[in-house]
């Protein structure tokens, strides 16, 4: 199986609510297509829904490595980190979220 299959077999196992499934499937896209951007993004919310969060944690920093611009990326590093009671850096990639939004460079954000 292609990633973009694996991404597609996620999708629909998430539509059925089958979480673990989702997760298994953006895994193995990740680990096919480690640049899909998409693929870590997805993985890194199914584990958030999943209260697997030091992995999410883990997956959703690699998102951010791999888009450092990307709104999107710090917005769901923040949600997993808060919901981690990491509060602190939870904040800090919110910040980054939103310079990312207007535009700005959040990897110049000191920490």
């Known amino acids: 199986m292609t990633a973009e299959e694996q991404m597609d077999g996620g999708h629909t196992a998430l539509a059925l609510g089958e979480m673990e499934e989702a997760a298994q499937h953006y895994r ?3 680990q096919l297509d480690p640049s899909l951007a998409d693929a870590w ?7 958030v829904k999943l209260e697997k969060l030091e992995e ?12 450092p611009k990307d709104q999107l990326a710090y917005s769901s590093l923040s949600l997993a980190l808060g919901r981690a009671g990491k509060i602190k850096e939870a904040e800090e990639a919110a910040a980054k979220a939103k310079v990312a939004g207007w535009g700005g460079d959040p990897t110049k954000l000191k920490a």
């Open 28 to 30: 193995k896209a990740t």
């Open 41 to 47: 993004q997805s993985l890194g919310m199914a584990l």
């Open 56 to 67: 999410a944690i883990e997956v959703l920093q690699n998102l951010v490595r791999l888009k």
